[in-house]
């Protein structure tokens, strides 16, 4: 969140139980401003959406989260091994059996 001139003030609907808003407020800062992509809580229904790039809200799917963990420790598993295997050549095949596999999951959808 950034911070504005004045206070944020938008009239706004919950995406999952209809609450009507007309407000954003930061936990640490009562005069901070949402922007795109930040997360808000419903006091209704304790549900989190997301300000799209208009501010509206809009439902958040919490296992996007889990994907872009997911995918940042396969990268980082692949360039361990790559590091690993630099040092200590494999003559089994196993490397790029492994790195093939990474490659194949960082491509998928979902890992």
């Known amino acids: ?14 995406p999952y139980c209809g609450y009507n808003t007309n407000r954003a407020q930061m936990i ?14 419903c006091l209704m229904c304790c549900e989190y959406s997301q300000f799209d790039t208009d501010f509206t809200l809009i439902e958040f799917d919490l296992n996007s989260i889990t994907d872009s963990v997911e995918r940042n420790r396969l990268k980082i598993n692949k360039i ?32």
């Open 1 to 14: 969140m950034t911070q504005p001139d004045n206070g944020f003030r938008k009239k706004n609907v919950c």
């Open 80 to 111: 361990k091994m790559e590091s690993f295997w630099e040092k200590n050549p494999d003559k089994t095949g196993r490397r790029d059996k492994y790195l093939k596999e990474l490659d194949r999951r960082l491509q998928t959808k979902t890992p």
């Open 28 to 41: 640490e800062d009562d005069n901070a401003v949402p922007e795109p992509e930040d997360l808000s809580f």
